[in-house]
């Protein structure tokens, strides 16, 4: 069984910055792809981005070039850089893994 745990999350003003962590716990050597999605307040989640154990990302069109995801194998953790946010990002943002979900951490962007 797998754990996930992210961490993170907060208040920040239109074009700032924050990084997320989701750690690992459990049975890691079972995950290759990890997952970031976001849900907003009355919106369905959305998938925002991925990486695979051997670094392969790929990103959602709307935090392309904005948002960058990462992974520390050593540490089983994975984050997302997220940059030039936008009040449109609040959300709150879940890490997913070989069929588990975290427990979410709150990103709220607003002056």
């Known amino acids: 069984q797998v754990q996930l745990v992210e961490s993170g999350g907060g208040l920040v003003q239109p074009g700032g910055s924050l990084r997320l962590s989701c750690a690992a716990s459990?049975?890691?050597?079972?995950?290759?792809?990890m997952h970031w999605y976001r849900q907003a307040p009355g919106k369905v989640r959305e998938w925002v981005a991925f990486?695979?154990?051997?670094?392969?990302?790929n990103y959602a069109d709307s935090v392309k070039a904005r948002f960058t995801v990462s992974r520390d194998n050593t540490k089983n953790t994975m984050y997302l850089q997220m940059n030039s946010l936008k009040p449109e990002d609040t959300a709150v943002y879940y890490c997913?893994?070989?069929?588990?979900w975290g427990q979410g951490t709150q990103v709220t962007v607003s002056s």
């Open positions: 990486i695979t154990r051997s670094g392969i990302t």
């Open positions: 997913y893994a070989v069929g588990v």
């Open positions: 459990g049975s890691v050597f079972s995950i290759d792809a």
